[in-house]
């Protein structure tokens, strides 16, 4: 037998009906980012260590043990990007930075090398968007609105939003300082990588999953307590406009975000249930310096990152499995070969214009009962009968699934299928005589002799009475 192959550890498969959540997640972050003026940006997903070193920091886990780094042949590294800030400040100072200020947007896969657990994998997705060259609270609330207002249409309202804000250069020394006393007086009881972390990255202390340095940290000093005044302007700003919109959220003094780079506002929203630790689904903040840092004319800015695979996790719950399968809305069942060659171009026909219409297409010969059961295994809405007799007749027969309700439908001949005046069709739609379901509808359309009107109508319908 031939060997059989598995996908790598901590990488995944997202197989259907699973995709479709992170289609639908895609669908709608696409649809609101478009309407908050976000642009699309397609970046690659090698990149060079030194990006990563150099913005994340050296200091943090990610680039400290998360990387997976790719020799090219010159012996240069490089590496499968973790997360895409880095890259889009590459990518804004390389070709955007003249055209000014930018609103950004991307979707797709990270990768770092942690422990495979629920809601943790190599490889994972992530929606972002970056603000680049925007420096007040003003796009620091547009952007917690967006996410605000995404989960709300994706039925996730209980999503909890924490906010806090870390200083910026001039604050944020001090801070660091009263920190890393605190923590050095209490070292002994802290876990082995922050004792390091101490020296290299102290912030991230306060961000530990280790139940002792979590004690710790509670304790530990604040950055609110150390905020500059035009931090704690911008800060109060920006809970202003929070409050302006209605939007609950919590000021969470000692949240901290793992990467170097942040300055002032960082945020996260967190599930309440069911992630288990891996809560965070969204996590972002303020980048006051990294484009400058990364060679480009100094431009605040600010981004957050999705998990993709968390988010579905969460739809998971709310959406059956039922619901993401979405049968045809026509099956076409034939019986015999002339039936099967008028069905095959009336297939076409109907998904050209728009209806996802299916058929037993490579079996000529399967038999009515066994297309029959076909069709209502992939849940299709209905199905559209096509024998001899009806051929002869010119007359088909529509089963609805759901109510078991027959429809007779006449039709002239393939040909005039072709030629449907959709625009005058959708008329036809608005004005009041067809404006509503019932046998009026049918009459009226069987006289007008074309089946694919009164199929286009039909499933109007269908939609309208199942909404
Ligand atoms: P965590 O504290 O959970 O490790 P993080 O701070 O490393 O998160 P970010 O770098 O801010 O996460 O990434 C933003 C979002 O990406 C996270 O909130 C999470 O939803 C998702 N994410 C991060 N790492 C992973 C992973 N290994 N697998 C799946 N999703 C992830
Ligand atoms: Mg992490």
């Given amino acids: 037998m031939s060997k ?84 889009v400040v590459r990518a804004y100072v390389e070709g955007l930075a003249s055209q000014g200020p930018a609103k950004l947007f991307y979707f797709g896969p ?23 060259g925007y420096g007040g609270p003003g796009v620091d609330a547009e952007l917690i609105l967006l996410l605000d207002l995404y989960f709300k249409d994706l039925g996730l309202a209980e999503i909890q939003i ?39 990255n102290p912030l991230r202390v306060l961000d530990c999953k280790n139940e002792a340095c979590k004690t710790i940290a509670q304790s530990a000093p604040c950055p609110g307590e150390f905020l ?18 209605k939007v609950s959220f919590q000021v969470d003094p000692r949240l901290v975000r793992g990467l170097d780079y942040y300055t002032r506002t960082v945020f996260e929203f967190q599930a309440q249930t069911g992630l288990g630790a891996q809560n965070a689904v969204v996590g972002g903040g303020r980048y006051d310096g990294l484009v400058e840092e990364m060679g ?27 619901e993401l399968v979405a049968g045809p809305e026509v099956f076409l069942i034939f019986s015999g070969e002339e ?68 429809l007779k439908l006449e039709y002239q001949g393939l040909k005039n299928l072709a030629n449907i005046d959709w625009e005058e069709l959708k008329s036809h739609l608005q004005t009041p005589g067809f404006a509503y379901a019932g046998r009026e509808y049918e009459q009226t359309l069987v006289q007008n002799r074309d089946l694919l009107k009164l199929l286009k109508i039909y499933f109007n319908e269908l939609n309208k009475l199942e909404a």
């Fill in 4 to 87: 059989k192959y598995q996908v790598v550890k901590g990488f995944r498969d997202i197989l259907p009906p699973e995709s479709k959540l992170f289609w639908l997640a895609e669908k709608l972050a696409r649809d609101l980012f478009a309407r908050f003026g976000y642009q699309e940006i397609l970046l690659p997903v090698l990149e060079s260590y030194d990006l990563f070193a150099c913005s994340i920091g050296t200091g943090t886990d990610i680039v400290e043990k998360e990387m997976f780094i790719v020799p090219d042949k010159k012996g240069q590294n490089l590496v499968l990007r973790p997360e895409a800030t880095a890259s």
């Fill in 110 to 132: 990270m990768f770092r090398y942690e422990r495979p657990q629920k809601g943790r994998y190599r490889q994972f997705w992530q929606i972002g968007a970056e603000a680049i």
């Fill in 162 to 200: 924490r906010i806090n804000n870390l200083g910026c250069k001039i604050c944020r020394p001090s801070y660091r300082e009263a920190l890393v006393k605190y923590l050095t007086d209490n070292e002994a009881g802290l876990c082995e990588d922050c004792r390091r972390r101490l020296s290299t």
């Fill in 228 to 245: 500059c005044v035009d931090c704690a302007s911008h800060f109060e700003g920006l809970q202003r406009l929070l409050n302006l919109q």
């Fill in 296 to 322: 480009g004319n100094p431009a605040p800015a600010i981004g957050f990152a999705l998990g993709v695979e968390r988010l579905a996790l969460l739809l998971e719950q709310k959406i059956s499995r039922s």
């Fill in 339 to 406: 039936a099967y060659r008028f069905a095959f171009q009336l297939l076409f026909l109907l998904r050209a214009s728009g209806l996802y219409a299916e058929m037993a297409i490579d079996e000529p010969s399967r038999s009515l009962r066994s297309q029959l059961k076909f069709s209502d295994r992939i849940k299709s809405k209905s199905a559209l009968i096509i024998g001899e007799d009806e051929l002869k007749n010119k007359l088909l027969n529509l089963k609805l699934m759901e109510s078991g309700k027959e």
